[in-house]
């Protein structure tokens, strides 16, 4: 069961994103700068623990 | 496959061997800031960058804030990249008049090339200005791979140095590796490949004429100059959207060969300078040599498979002669196509001179295989040694419970936590690759993407997911990536191969620095000889083939058996 809904869950959401699109390009590039720049910022999080393990 | 098939690959093994050697001497002087041939006229350039950008080149950073360095550049990188493109209607050079790159498009492609990756879900021809060809894509193609050379460098003071706190200066290994090494070289090569008849213009396109009457538009543009550093920086992302396959940016065999030694040259060298920076050439040359023979053996392999050819095809009544020559170029011929697909997925480059898509299951086995492992033999500039360097400190710790003893590489004692940070970068790679695999191959969104059913389906999703984590960039081409899905799940596994893989890995920097270096004793296990090259290759076949058999198993293996048996996909 959970292999089936996280993915249809993603695929939901995916679906939004895609009508979203049409509406608002503005929020949308927010949107993906956010988790461009977290992602990438989060790493220093990660190095930090690195370096206490 | 042939003598003269065999002579080619040969030949073109030898000029970047050749190379290497000098250009190693080159590269730990460069990285070592002392002085080269190139100083008179770089270290005022490379001064000038300091004195604007504020950085005191003489003092060291510990492990922990060379990686907060890297992670700030990356995101200053990103933001920009992303920006530029969704502004590329509102910026200067931009003939054609390309609209903004969509959203989704455009965190791939920026999420692409900071990483090294290249990976193209778009159409470069018709989809990016001038200026982003040139300032954005062109400009990440040297410093992302000067980038991970530094990030390289950084692991091999670790070992070279005894009981110290720093591992070097981020923004010094970026200037350097960018300046001295990548842009010399490209700029040479570049006028190779235009000798060669690529194109270097500013102008966009113009009409042609072709012999049945019709108009033809055609794209040009600045191709030489991204065309080398898209090989020597290992990065992979071309001009037009059929690569290197593509007669303007690789007009003949001559620049065929040009292109395939300036893939591997920096990395080649990079083990070599590993050697003489740790102060024993015979270490970079063990393993240089467990690569050389990994390499080796995939050329084998597909050059085999694709010579071989397709019973299908011939039973069709095609000309079994010449193999599989569907999805590849007459003037490249089998032996140098198969030299190259090796080459460019056992280097992080990802540039194409064929259709992997097309090749046989077998053939297109061992390029994915080069992914699947991270692609790290010989690697991309400066990820290749860092990437083998892991597995080294791995085998020496198996070697190490096989005789009871402390194990020991390079002078510096492996413990619990070297071998717990490298085994979170092995680890991030399956994990990655086979968790979106996973859910792609759940999704319909996913499978509307793919351009065949059955196993090779599957091969086309997981080669999208290892070609991406592994910061490699080639397409296996049957896939649609330009869906919102695929451009976002496939700009996160660029962004957690590259910096989830890189973060542990400058960690064990930091952790090695730290340590004193102790003399060899009689009970060190050597690491210069057969034994551990042997070791080296056993470890990466227990590593890499057994993570990923399965999957294999279920792609590629499948898909040869079915097609003796007559099945197509």
């Given at each position: 069961?959970?292999?089936?809904?996280?993915?249809?869950?993603?695929?939901?959401?995916?679906?939004?994103?895609?009508?979203?699109?049409?509406?608002?390009?503005?929020?949308?590039?927010?949107?993906?700068?956010?988790?461009?720049?977290?992602?990438?910022?989060?790493?220093?999080v990660?190095?930090?623990?690195?370096?206490?393990? | 496959?042939?003598?003269?098939?065999?002579?080619?690959?040969?030949?073109?093994l030898?000029?970047?061997?050749?190379?290497?050697?000098?250009?190693?001497?080159y590269?730990?002087?460069?990285?070592?800031?002392?002085?080269?041939?190139?100083s008179?006229?770089?270290?005022?350039?490379?001064?000038?960058?300091?004195?604007?950008?504020?950085?005191?080149?003489?003092?060291?950073?510990?492990?922990?804030?060379?990686?907060?360095?890297?992670?700030?550049?990356?995101?200053?990188?990103?933001?920009?990249?992303?920006g530029?493109?969704?502004?590329?209607?509102?910026?200067?050079?931009?003939?054609?008049?390309?609209?903004?790159?969509a959203?989704?498009?455009?965190?791939?492609?920026?999420?692409?090339?900071?990483?090294?990756?290249?990976?193209?879900?778009?159409?470069?021809?018709?989809?990016?200005?001038?200026?982003t060809?040139?300032?954005?894509?062109?400009?990440?193609?040297?410093?992302?791979?000067?980038?991970?050379?530094?990030?390289?460098?950084?692991?091999?003071?670790?070992?070279?140095?005894?009981?110290?706190?720093?591992?070097?200066?981020?923004?010094?290994?970026?200037?350097?590796?960018s300046?001295?090494?990548?842009?010399?070289?490209?700029?040479?090569?570049?006028?190779?490949?235009?000798?060669?008849g690529?194109?270097?213009?500013?102008?966009?396109?113009?009409?042609?004429?072709?012999?049945?009457?019709?108009?033809?538009?055609?794209?040009?543009?600045?191709?030489?100059?991204?065309?080398?550093?898209?090989?020597?920086?290992?990065n992979?992302?071309?001009?037009?959207?059929a690569?290197?396959?593509?007669?303007?940016?690789?007009?003949?065999?001559?620049?065929?060969?040009?292109?395939?030694?300036?893939?591997?040259v920096?990395?080649?060298?990079?083990?070599?300078?590993?050697?003489?920076?740790?102060g024993d050439?015979?270490?970079?040359?063990?393993?240089?040599?467990?690569?050389?023979?990994?390499?080796?053996?995939?050329?084998?392999?597909?050059?085999?498979?694709?010579?071989?050819?397709?019973p299908?095809?011939?039973?069709?009544?095609?000309?079994?002669?010449?193999?599989?020559?569907?999805?590849?170029?007459?003037?490249?011929?089998?032996?140098?196509?198969?030299?190259?697909?090796?080459?460019?997925?056992?280097?992080?480059?990802?540039?194409?001179?064929?259709?992997?898509?097309?090749?046989?299951?077998?053939?297109?086995?061992?390029?994915?295989?080069?992914?699947?492992?991270?692609?790290?033999?010989?690697?991309?500039?400066?990820?290749?040694?860092?990437?083998?360097?892991?597995?080294?400190?791995?085998?020496?710790?198996?070697?190490?419970?096989?005789?009871?003893?402390?194990?020991?590489?390079?002078?510096?004692?492996?413990?619990?936590?070297?071998?717990?940070?490298?085994?979170?970068?092995?680890?991030?790679?399956?994990?990655i690759?086979?968790?979106?695999?996973?859910?792609?191959?759940?999704?319909?969104?996913?499978?509307?993407?793919?351009?065949?059913?059955?196993?090779?389906?599957?091969?086309?999703?997981?080669?999208?997911?290892?070609?991406?984590?592994?910061?490699?960039?080639?397409?296996?081409?049957?896939?649609?990536?330009?869906?919102?899905?695929?451009?976002?799940?496939?700009?996160?596994?660029?962004?957690?191969?590259?910096?989830?893989?890189?973060?542990?890995?400058?960690?064990?920097?930091?952790?090695?620095?730290?340590?004193?270096?102790?003399?060899?004793?009689?009970?060190?296990?050597?690491?210069?000889?057969?034994?551990?090259?042997?070791?080296?290759i056993?470890?990466?076949?227990?590593?890499?083939?057994l993570?990923?058999?399965?999957?294999?198993?279920?792609?590629?293996?499948?898909?040869?058996?079915?097609?003796?048996?007559?099945?197509?996909?």
């Amino acid at each position: 069961m959970l292999g089936g809904a996280i993915p249809n869950g993603l695929l939901t959401a995916f679906r939004r994103m895609s009508a979203f699109r049409k509406g608002g390009r503005v929020m949308l590039d927010l949107i993906y700068i956010a988790i461009g720049v977290l992602l990438i910022a989060l790493m220093g999080v990660y190095a930090d623990a690195c370096r206490r393990l | 496959m042939t003598i003269v098939g065999w002579s080619q690959i040969a030949i073109v093994l030898a000029l970047v061997l050749a190379a290497s050697i000098p250009l190693s001497k080159y590269i730990v002087k460069v990285m070592a800031g002392e002085r080269t041939l190139l100083s008179p006229v770089l270290l005022p350039v490379e001064r000038s960058f300091y004195r604007l950008a504020g950085v005191d080149e003489t003092r060291e950073q510990t492990a922990y804030v060379y990686t907060l360095a890297m992670i700030a550049f990356s995101v200053a990188s990103f933001v920009t990249l992303y920006g530029l493109q969704r502004l590329q209607n509102m910026l200067p050079l931009n003939p054609q008049g390309f609209d903004p790159v969509a959203p989704d498009l455009a965190f791939n492609t920026a999420v692409s090339f900071i990483t090294n990756t290249n990976w193209q879900n778009y159409s470069g021809e018709t989809t990016m200005s001038h200026l982003t060809q040139m300032l954005g894509l062109t400009t990440h193609n040297f410093v992302s791979a000067a980038a991970g050379l530094g990030m390289a460098f950084a692991l091999v003071r670790a070992f070279s140095r005894s009981a110290s706190t720093t591992v070097g200066n981020f923004w010094v290994d970026l200037t350097r590796g960018s300046l001295y090494i990548l842009l010399p070289i490209s700029i040479i090569g570049a006028l190779l490949l235009i000798l060669g008849g690529v194109p270097q213009t500013l102008l966009g396109s113009f009409d042609a004429t072709t012999l049945e009457g019709a108009k033809q538009t055609i794209s040009i543009g600045p191709m030489a100059s991204q065309e080398i550093i898209k090989e020597l920086g290992t990065n992979g992302g071309g001009f037009f959207n059929a690569n290197s396959a593509h007669p303007f940016e690789n007009p003949n065999a001559w620049t065929d060969i040009i292109e395939n030694w300036a893939l591997l040259v920096v990395p080649v060298a990079s083990v070599l300078a590993f050697g003489r920076a740790v102060g024993d050439l015979r270490q970079g040359r063990a393993v240089l040599i467990a690569m050389a023979i990994l390499l080796v053996a995939g050329v084998l392999v597909t050059y085999w498979a694709e010579t071989a050819g397709n019973p299908l095809l011939t039973a069709l009544g095609v000309d079994p002669s010449q193999g599989n020559m569907e999805g590849k170029e007459v003037r490249f011929g089998q032996a140098l196509t198969s030299l190259f697909a090796v080459a460019t997925t056992s280097t992080s480059t990802g540039a194409v001179v064929a259709m992997h898509d097309s090749f046989t299951p077998l053939g297109g086995l061992a390029p994915l295989f080069n992914l699947l492992a991270g692609c790290i033999w010989p690697g991309g500039v400066g990820a290749g040694l860092y990437g083998f360097l892991i597995v080294a400190i791995i085998a020496v710790f198996v070697a190490g419970l096989m005789v009871g003893r402390t194990p020991e590489y390079l002078g510096k004692k492996i413990e619990a936590r070297e071998v717990k940070l490298a085994m979170f970068a092995v680890l991030i790679y399956p994990l990655i690759v086979l968790g979106f695999s996973g859910a792609s191959v759940l999704l319909q969104t996913a499978l509307d993407s793919l351009g065949n059913s059955g196993p090779h389906g599957l091969s086309e999703i997981i080669y999208a997911f290892a070609s991406t984590n592994a910061n490699n960039g080639s397409a296996f081409a049957g896939l649609n990536g330009n869906t919102p899905w695929f451009n976002t799940t496939l700009g996160l596994a660029m962004l957690l191969g590259r910096f989830a893989y890189v973060v542990p890995v400058l960690a064990l920097a930091g952790s090695l620095a730290a340590k004193k270096k102790a003399p060899a004793s009689a009970g060190t296990f050597p690491t210069t000889g057969p034994l551990f090259v042997g070791l080296l290759i056993g470890v990466i076949v227990i590593l890499y083939l057994l993570q990923y058999f399965p999957a294999l198993a279920l792609g590629p293996v499948v898909e040869h058996y079915l097609m003796l048996s007559g099945k197509t996909f």
